[in-house]
């Protein structure tokens, strides 16, 4: 499925230079683990995101 599309995701964001899954999360009150689940595809490691990646927010 494409980012950005499901019934559960409502919006996507775009990682920015010395972004965190913390910080990311906190920005849409989320846990950090409701950000990994919703983005299991993509993210293989959590200490690991790079610039650029588009994530889907649920």
Partial sequence: MPRG???D???IYTVKEN???YTIAK???LTVEQLLEA???LIKD???IEVG???NIP
């Fill in 27 to 29: 920005q849409y009150a």
């Fill in 46 to 48: 959590p200490e690991h």
């Fill in 5 to 7: 599309e499901g019934p």
């Fill in 9 to 11: 995701i409502q919006a």
């Fill in 19 to 21: 972004d965190t899954l």
């Fill in 53 to 55: 990646w588009v994530l």
């Fill in 39 to 41: 983005n299991s595809d």
